[in-house]
């Protein structure tokens, strides 16, 4: 199993700039793509940002060139953070860190609210 701890979020005016962080531990070496998805109000939950095994990056369209996922590994842990700069009223839910493994498993984390005032 994979256990994942998330941190950061919180309030910011329009423009702003927040950092997302989640940490994984456990079985991390069977962890082949770690994504950060989000869920406004009313709304289903959306991916935002995605970092494979081997570091390659995928972005929704309505985040490019405002966010930049990373990833960090030890023998133990992976952690990986999402820097949202710019950021916008809609970029407003609960962020979510996911990860897959191999054979297909997700695991989810708590969440974190990130709310931008207009």
């Known amino acids: 199993q994979v256990q994942l701890v998330e941190s950061g979020g919180g309030l910011v005016q329009a423009g702003g700039s927040l950092r997302l962080s989640c940490e994984a531990s456990?079985?991390?070496?069977?962890?082949?793509?770690t994504g950060w998805y989000r869920q406004a109000p009313g709304k289903e939950r959306e991916l935002v940002a995605e970092i494979t095994r081997g570091g390659s990056t995928n972005y929704a369209d309505s985040v490019k060139g405002r966010f930049t996922i990373s990833k960090d590994s030890t023998p133990n842990t992976v952690t990986v953070d999402l820097q949202m700069d710019s950021l916008k009223p809609e970029d407003t839910g609960v962020y979510y860190c996911?990860?897959?493994?191999?054979?297909?498993?997700?695991?989810w984390g708590q969440g974190a609210q990130v709310t931008v005032s207009s």
């Open positions: 996911a990860v897959t493994i191999f054979g297909g498993q997700k695991y």
């Open positions: 456990g079985r991390v070496f069977t962890i082949y793509v």
